[in-house]
């Protein structure tokens, strides 16, 4: 499973900005308003060839009567129960404040590893403030400035150096057999699916939005299916619900995709499509699994004609476009209806993500495609592709087009080329890789 990296630190301190900055995206909301980030923003990192996520975690505001503010409270604690690796970021154009001494005490007692990012070092003479944080007690700050980008590539180099060596966890020792996980925003569904797959009441099933909070491997052998179902779900008594628990599903579901081969995302049928729905969506393409989706509910639905399914389902893919070739399934995890049609589909689309097709076949079929729809010329230089071929032994199905000049291959044509791979062999469900190598 990958490594997690928690943003911790007080409100206004630029954490948003650093993991806009970190993961080349603008997706958190940066406002100067204190205690903004609300939602929980997380993100891939890929640096130097190692791969972790990261997670930007609210502001942190102790003594207040704001609901939010102590739940960011909460956050920070989580983040710390969670994370493999702490960023704790503070301000040097402020210098060391109180409450940035008391988000150090909270670290100095947890036994993972911190890094203090010295934010803000751009403007006026903070640089010279920064020394002031050696008095927090967790070592030497690392000087950044996340609006201009300066010093982030030296904090990256940290976050590696610190990253503890790969351990033989779980999910590496259930290799051979497939790894199913359920995710879904809270309420859609999730463990009344589980329980209905194993017959018992296993999970607590309650109204209660994130009752469900560890991450479990179930290994699943009936009926003619074997396989580890991974369940964002655990235990967890009703008087302990609080505000904590949508962060923890969300962390939790970044563990189990990142456990798993397949997901099924279950989606609300009473409710539609949401943003959180395209978020979840949105973190399962970026670990690159295989995807089933499951509309649930589906029973309390009036108008189940013909139409009304095809209008369901164009909505579904136009919102996860470009990646439109998966299963949608209309299932009642209640009424049971349809539930073996989403293990069956689940467990295709894992054969699928193995599938190897010969070269031969490859060549004959895609150089004959090529042949009648060449890449566009760019400034009058013809690219010219002489041979495809699979990899083998890559974790999602990859299709390799030698040519003579790879760079001048656009991202339409490459999309051109998955889609003709697509229509004459079976990848439904899973992402595919599409390289050019120089030949």
């Given at each position: 499973?990958?490594?997690?990296?928690?943003?911790?630190?007080?409100?206004?301190?630029?954490?948003?900005?650093?993991?806009?900055?970190?993961?080349?995206?603008?997706?958190?909301?940066?406002?100067?308003?204190?205690?903004?980030?609300?939602?929980?923003?997380?993100?891939?990192?890929?640096?130097?060839?190692?791969?972790?996520?990261?997670?930007?975690?609210?502001?942190?505001?102790?003594?207040?009567?704001?609901?939010?503010?102590?739940?960011?409270?909460?956050?920070?604690?989580?983040?710390?129960?969670?994370?493999?690796?702490?960023?704790?970021?503070?301000?040097?154009?402020?210098?060391?404040?109180?409450?940035?001494?008391?988000?150090?005490?909270?670290?100095?007692?947890?036994?993972?590893?911190?890094?203090?990012?010295?934010?803000?070092?751009?403007?006026?003479?903070?640089?010279?403030?920064?020394?002031?944080?050696?008095?927090?007690?967790?070592?030497?700050?690392?000087?950044?400035?996340?609006?201009?980008?300066?010093?982030?590539?030296?904090?990256?180099?940290?976050?590696?150096?610190?990253?503890?060596?790969?351990?033989?966890?779980?999910?590496?020792?259930?290799?051979?057999?497939?790894k199913i996980c359920i995710v879904g925003r809270p309420n859609a569904g999730k463990s009344s699916l589980v329980n209905a797959f194993m017959e018992?009441?296993?999970?607590?099933?309650?109204?209660?939005?994130?009752?469900?909070?560890?991450?479990?491997?179930?290994?699943?052998?009936?009926?003619?299916?074997?396989?580890?179902?991974?369940?964002?779900?655990?235990?967890?008594?009703?008087?302990?619900?609080?505000?904590?628990?949508?962060?923890?599903?969300?962390?939790?579901?970044?563990?189990?995709?990142?456990?798993?081969?397949?997901?099924?995302?279950?989606?609300?049928?009473?409710?539609?499509?949401?943003?959180?729905?395209?978020?979840?969506?949105?973190?399962?393409?970026?670990?690159?699994?295989?995807?089933?989706?499951?509309?649930?509910?589906?029973?309390?639905?009036?108008?189940?004609?013909?139409?009304?399914?095809?209008?369901?389902?164009?909505?579904?893919?136009?919102?996860?476009?470009?990646?439109?070739?998966?299963?949608?399934?209309?299932?009642?995890?209640?009424?049971?209806?349809?539930?073996?049609?989403?293990?069956?589909?689940?467990?295709?689309?894992?054969?699928?993500?193995?599938?190897?097709?010969?070269?031969?076949?490859?060549?004959?079929?895609?150089?004959?495609?090529?042949?009648?729809?060449?890449?566009?010329?760019?400034?009058?230089?013809?690219?010219?592709?002489?041979?495809?071929?699979?990899?083998?032994?890559?974790?999602?199905?990859?299709?390799?087009?030698?040519?003579?000049?790879?760079?001048?291959?656009?991202?339409?044509?490459?999309?051109?080329?998955?889609?003709?791979?697509?229509?004459?062999?079976?990848?439904?469900?899973?992402?595919?890789?599409?390289?050019?190598?120089?030949?």
């Open positions: 499973m990958g490594q997690l990296i928690a943003v911790v630190g007080r409100p206004n301190v630029g954490k948003s900005t650093l993991f806009n900055r970190l993961t080349q995206t603008r997706t958190a909301i940066t406002n100067d308003e204190a205690g903004t980030t609300r939602d929980r923003q997380y993100g891939k990192v890929d640096w130097n060839g190692k791969e972790f996520s990261i997670v930007d975690t609210g502001g942190w505001v102790v003594g207040s009567e704001d609901i939010f503010e102590t739940e960011i409270n909460k956050q920070v604690h989580l983040a710390i129960e969670q994370a493999d690796e702490i960023l704790f970021v503070v301000d040097a154009s402020n210098g060391v404040t109180d409450l940035d001494d008391q988000v150090a005490e909270i670290l100095r007692r947890s036994t993972k590893p911190v890094i203090l990012v010295a934010n803000k070092v751009d403007i006026g003479d903070s640089r010279y403030n920064t020394a002031e944080f050696y008095s927090l007690g967790l070592g030497d700050p690392v000087e950044v400035s996340a609006v201009s980008g300066y010093g982030t590539g030296d904090l990256l180099d940290e976050v590696v150096a610190k990253m503890p060596e790969k351990v033989d966890d779980d999910a590496d020792k259930l290799d051979d057999i497939p018992q009441e296993r999970h607590i099933v309650t109204d209660i939005a994130g009752t469900t909070r560890d991450s479990i491997y179930t290994r699943y052998n009936k009926f003619g299916f074997d396989f580890y179902l991974v369940d964002t779900a655990g235990i967890r008594k009703k008087t302990k619900v609080t505000e904590d628990i949508e962060y923890y599903s969300v962390i939790r579901s970044v563990r189990a995709i990142e456990a798993s081969d397949v997901c099924i995302l279950m989606i609300d049928a009473t409710r539609g499509i949401e943003a959180q729905d395209v978020a979840i969506f949105s973190l399962i393409q970026r670990n690159k699994k295989g995807l089933v989706v499951v509309v649930n509910k589906w029973d309390l639905v009036e108008d189940k004609s013909k139409e009304a399914i095809k209008h369901y389902e164009d909505s579904i893919r136009a919102r996860f476009a470009p990646f439109t070739d998966f299963p949608i399934i209309f299932a009642s995890a209640l009424t049971k209806q349809r539930i073996f049609r989403v293990l069956e589909s689940a467990l295709q689309v894992c054969e699928n993500r193995k599938r190897i097709i010969p070269t031969s076949q490859l060549n004959t079929v895609m150089l004959d495609a090529i042949a009648a729809y060449p890449p566009p010329a760019n400034k009058g230089k013809f690219v010219k592709i002489k041979y495809v071929t699979m990899l083998k032994g890559s974790p999602i199905p990859t299709v390799i087009f030698f040519c003579n000049l790879p760079q001048w291959v656009k991202e339409p044509y490459r999309r051109y080329l998955e889609n003709k791979v697509r229509e004459n062999w079976d990848f439904h469900g899973t992402p595919l890789q599409i390289f050019m190598r120089e030949k």
